[in-house]
């Protein structure tokens, strides 16, 4: 019956897998080779090689010693596992110890096309919800330390800067493991906890917005990424933080008064206005913030204003619709509630000339940039002050 139904290449299949196993790795090299070239486009065949056994074995060649194998089975693997209707195969992968067998290969390869090849994997695997917090457990410290971080050339000495920038987001490798990470990013708070901890991430990724800023890359799909993973790291900050749960809640009190334009006695016990306004006037937008000698780093660098500009700076230079979206969507969640650090936000978006940027976008024909732009200018109102300032606009 099947056969008329796949042609002539459906008694080929099972031979094809079993000489997966076979003794040559030149045999196996191809056989893989070749699955990847029947499966293409073929959501058929893919369940046909998963109901065979196949995902199996091609998982047991990423351990092998030779890297054409490597290379011919994590193709085959990225065509099983592409696409939405293919989730079955995304899970058995995971079920026969397919990611932490990426993993080890990613962590041992230096050859590049390897490495595109497994991260793009990982990309494809990340959009399936049941493999978001797995891919977190076993590949979230090697994705960073191994791809992320050196690719965005955040931590390289300064003599190496310029020869490292030529390639930063025309690397695959990174665009794949950004694209992984913005999935991921969006399985839920534990999820993001343990982006937001994992060490150099936040780092990395805002220095590779940053030198994206006024160069050809701003529109690029990796910078895009890059946005999407803070806008969602940037998300319900205050609650999930310990920064955001220890802020002397009466500060936070006397801030969201005056931020809300209230008198001076209407704020009880914190006595007089000189002192209750000492929180958000006391910065005007010039050197240091009220609370940070040092500057931010790591998860720090969410929520500290002098994120404001890199954001603004996108909102105005690029245009690639989705990055306009997570932009604001960034500004939108840190601008949100009574936190102090909202607060500061808020004002930071004012003296950095950011109303009417925000203000400006509310014109783009993208339903999905306009209701981003919408709701962050909502809460950018919450600021007595801005709320005068977008009546103008």
């Known amino acids: 019956m099947g056969f008329q139904e796949f042609g002539w290449r459906d008694p080929e299949l099972p031979e094809?897998?079993?000489?997966?196993?076979?003794?040559?790795?030149?045999?196996?090299?191809?056989?893989?080779?070749?699955?990847?070239?029947?499966?293409?486009?073929?959501?058929?065949?893919?369940?046909?090689?998963?109901?065979?056994?196949?995902?199996?074995?091609?998982?047991?060649?990423?351990?092998?010693?030779?890297?054409?194998?490597?290379?011919?089975?994590?193709?085959?693997?990225?065509?099983?596992?592409?696409?939405?209707?293919?989730?079955?195969?995304?899970?058995?992968?995971?079920?026969?110890?397919?990611?932490?067998?990426?993993?080890?290969?990613?962590?041992?390869?230096?050859?590049?096309?390897?490495?595109?090849?497994?991260?793009?994997?990982?990309?494809?695997?990340?959009?399936?919800?049941?493999?978001?917090m797995p891919i977190i457990q076993d590949a979230l410290a090697v994705l960073t330390n191994s791809v992320i971080i050196p690719h965005s050339s955040w931590d390289s000495s300064p003599n190496h800067h310029d020869d490292s920038k030529h390639h930063l987001h025309t690397s695959q490798v990174l665009r794949n493991a950004t694209g992984c990470l913005r999935n991921v990013s969006s399985a839920g708070e534990e999820a993001r906890r343990r982006m937001r901890e994992c060490d150099g991430l936040t780092d990395a990724l805002l220095y590779v917005i940053q030198t994206s800023l006024g160069s050809g890359e701003i529109d690029s799909k990796t910078v895009e990424n890059c946005v999407c993973i803070l806008r969602n790291l940037s998300y319900r900050l205050a609650a999930e933080t310990s920064h955001g749960q220890q802020g002397g809640l009466e500060e936070l009190d006397s801030l969201l008064w005056d931020a809300n334009g209230r008198d001076g006695e209407s704020s009880g016990c914190w006595g007089k206005k000189k002192k209750k306004k000492k929180g958000v006037d006391q910065w005007d937008g010039v050197g240091p913030f009220p609370d940070t000698a040092q500057p931010p780093k790591g998860v720090q660098m969410l929520w500290h204003p002098t994120i404001v500009k890199p954001y603004l700076t996108l909102l105005s230079e690029c245009s690639n619709p989705d990055t306009l979206e997570g932009a604001a969507g960034a500004l939108q969640n840190l601008a949100a509630g009574s936190w102090k650090w909202s607060v500061y936000i808020r004002a930071a978006v004012r003296k950095e000339k950011g109303l009417p940027i925000l203000v400006e976008l509310l014109r783009i024909d993208n339903d999905k940039v306009v209701c981003a732009v919408a709701t962050a200018l909502r809460n950018m109102a919450l600021d007595i002050r801005n709320k005068e300032l977008i009546g103008e606009y």
Request: a positive charge; charged letters at 20%; proline letters at 2%.
């Open 16 to 132: 094809v897998i079993q000489m997966l196993q076979h003794q040559f790795p030149s045999v196996q090299s191809n056989a893989a080779a070749y699955l990847q070239h029947l499966c293409f486009g073929d959501n058929k065949i893919k369940a046909e090689i998963r109901r065979q056994g196949g995902i199996q074995l091609l998982v047991d060649l990423l351990d092998h010693r030779m890297s054409e194998v490597h290379r011919s089975a994590c193709g085959a693997l990225r065509n099983l596992v592409y696409g939405k209707a293919n989730d079955e195969n995304k899970i058995a992968l995971k079920n026969c110890g397919g990611i932490p067998a990426l993993v080890r290969l990613l962590r041992k390869t230096g050859d590049v096309e390897i490495r595109e090849l497994v991260t793009g994997v990982l990309w494809n695997l990340s959009s399936c919800d049941a493999l978001k």
